[in-house]
């Protein structure tokens, strides 16, 4: 079964830096798109950024020019470098990779990012 394992969340103060990190299980076999998304309490589920097989990326305007999103092929991981953070940016962050070999989207358990003082 695959397993994306997702790491690099926390508390942090407004301002601060956090790099978040998905790595996809070897059963996963080729990946294709990888992205983030987050999900912060009584909202919906937002996309972050994305990422292409060839390194083509995608921000929505929340995290443009603050987040960067980049993934290692060899190690079926996707990061996503996070600086400049505000309270607004406190959700919960997932990420989301397309299986190339199974045709489909599985998503990665989560981890909390908090931007406190």
């Known amino acids: 079964q695959v397993q994306l394992v997702e790491s690099g969340g926390g508390l942090v103060q407004p301002g601060g830096s956090l790099r978040l990190t998905c790595a996809a299980s070897?059963?996963?076999?080729?990946?294709?798109?990888m992205a983030w998304y987050r999900q912060a309490p009584e909202k919906q589920r937002e996309l972050v950024a994305t990422?292409?097989?060839?390194?083509?990326?995608n921000y929505a305007d929340s995290g443009k020019g603050r987040f960067t999103i980049s993934r290692d092929n060899a190690k079926k991981t996707v990061y996503l470098q996070m600086n400049s953070l505000k309270p607004e940016d406190t959700a919960v962050y997932y990420c989301?990779?397309?299986?190339?070999?199974?045709?489909?989207?599985?998503w990665g358990q989560g981890t909390q990012v908090t931007v406190a003082s």
């Open positions: 989301n990779v397309w299986l190339i070999s199974s045709s489909r989207w599985v």
């Open positions: 070897r059963t996963a076999g080729s990946i294709g798109a």
């Open positions: 990422i292409t097989t060839g390194g083509s990326t």
